[in-house]
């Protein structure tokens, strides 16, 4: 016994130092997997996450949300205005979507998601959040006034598809609503008014890769 104690005492302050180098680079890890403005994980935390949930759950429905007339609103406003519009749009569907999915920030005004169809009845909740997130800003200019456009896909409607192809057709889907000015649209039932041709015609340049970003806090 105290041979062992001999040789294990020695070696317990190499051991925490270890333990706190792990800890220490996994906060870190962590953190920069955090959009610092929004609280919500950045490409590779959503990626992750959100790969595993269409992997493991068939009702998994993938969306993509844009604010509209951001650009106006930085320019007229001011960028602290901006700035409380995103973070606000961010908890509002951190909110809807729960701890069950994920959320993230793909970058400047634009978030994905995927969330689960509990009930079936995503089209409704997608409508309901659609005009939750048209609410002015708590505390802010009253004038500061938008509307987020969301595009959706089920992933049970495209089998074998990855995240990545499913991220395509919801952010189709989302131009196609901003563009018909309707708030929300489905991917995959039919051809999408707006082909990729259209969508860079009306915006600057098309992503070749949207697999981005972040885990929900209820």
Same mark, same amino acid.
């Given at each position: 016994m105290n041979t062992l104690?001999?040789?294990? #005492?020695p070696a317990l302050p190499l051991a925490s130092g270890w333990a706190l180098h792990v800890w220490w680079l996994r906060r870190c890890l962590n953190t920069a997997r955090r959009d610092p403005?929004?609280? /919500?994980?950045?490409?590779d935390g959503f990626t992750?996450?959100?790969? =595993? /949930?269409?992997?493991?759950?068939?009702?998994?429905? #993938?969306? /993509?949300? $844009?604010? $509209?007339?951001? !650009?106006?609103i930085n320019d007229t406003y001011g960028h602290a205005a901006g700035d409380a519009l995103l973070r =606000? *749009?961010?908890?509002r569907l951190a909110h809807h979507v729960g701890s069950s999915g994920i959320v993230g920030r793909l970058g400047g005004d634009e978030f994905a998601a995927v969330l689960l169809d509990e009930r079936g009845s995503v089209s409704d909740e997608l409508a309901v959040l659609h005009?939750?997130?048209?609410?002015? #800003? $708590?505390g802010q200019n009253p004038d500061v006034r938008t509307t987020v456009s969301l595009g959706w896909v089920r992933a049970a409607d495209f089998p074998g598809a990855d995240l990545s192809d499913l991220l395509?057709?919801? $952010?189709?889907?989302?131009?196609?609503? !901003?563009?018909?000015?309707?708030?929300?649209?489905?991917?995959g039932?039919?051809?999408?008014?707006? *082909? #990729? *041709?259209?969508?860079?015609?009306?915006? *600057?340049?098309?992503?070749?890769d949207t697999s981005a970003v972040v885990e929900v806090t209820a």
């Open positions: 104690a001999t040789v294990l #005492v403005l929004t609280g /919500l994980h950045t490409r992750r996450r959100a790969t =595993t /949930l269409l992997r493991k759950n068939p009702r998994a429905v #993938v969306v /993509l949300a $844009d604010v $509209d007339k951001f !650009k106006h =606000t *749009t961010a908890a005009r939750v997130l048209a609410r002015p #800003v $708590d395509r057709r919801a $952010d189709e889907a989302m131009y196609a609503a !901003k563009q018909a000015r309707t708030g929300t649209r489905r991917a039932l039919g051809r999408l008014f707006a *082909t #990729v *041709t259209g969508r860079r015609a009306g915006r *600057t340049g098309a992503r070749a």
